[in-house]
């Protein structure tokens, strides 16, 4: 969940005007209250829809508003899109090596060229 509360957070920011740490407690707490499956993946899905239309929808000025967030610093709203979308496809990446090399569970891994040109250190997948 933490995953795409915070890709929500980076989004919402553009209404906000900022994603700091309160933010992060806040949108975690918010979709923390989720625990039907139904419910994950509907705000899942919201959350995904609402990125993806505001990417392909948005005006260059909501693109570029800028915006206060603790990633990143002082960055266009468009730029805290790119760094909170591609921290969640390393902690995606993670999860799903996770799932096939400590659970033994096949995952449903985006294919390769799904996630090309996204940058994913190799250090996320060291086994301490």
């Given at each position: 969940m933490r995953i795409v509360a915070f890709a929500e957070g980076g989004y919402a920011a553009q209404e906000r005007g900022k994603f700091d740490t309160d933010d992060?407690?806040?949108v975690t707490a918010r979709a923390g209250r989720f625990t039907d499956v139904d419910d994950?993946?509907?705000?899942?899905?919201r959350v995904r829809d609402d990125i993806a239309t505001f990417l392909r929808r948005g005006s260059a000025e909501s693109h570029e508003r800028v915006v206060r967030?603790?990633?990143?610093g002082e960055v266009a709203e468009v730029e805290l899109l790119r760094i909170m979308l591609r921290h969640s496809?390393?902690?995606l990446r993670q999860l799903h090596w996770f799932m096939e090399h400590?659970?033994?569970v096949p995952s449903t891994a985006p294919a390769p060229e799904d996630l090309a040109g996204i940058v994913t250190p190799d250090e996320l997948f060291e086994v301490r």
């Amino acid at each position: 969940m933490r995953i795409v509360a915070f890709a929500e957070g980076g989004y919402a920011a553009q209404e906000r005007g900022k994603f700091d740490t309160d933010d992060m407690f806040a949108v975690t707490a918010r979709a923390g209250r989720f625990t039907d499956v139904d419910d994950i993946c509907s705000y899942i899905a919201r959350v995904r829809d609402d990125i993806a239309t505001f990417l392909r929808r948005g005006s260059a000025e909501s693109h570029e508003r800028v915006v206060r967030s603790h990633y990143g610093g002082e960055v266009a709203e468009v730029e805290l899109l790119r760094i909170m979308l591609r921290h969640s496809t390393h902690h995606l990446r993670q999860l799903h090596w996770f799932m096939e090399h400590v659970l033994l569970v096949p995952s449903t891994a985006p294919a390769p060229e799904d996630l090309a040109g996204i940058v994913t250190p190799d250090e996320l997948f060291e086994v301490r």
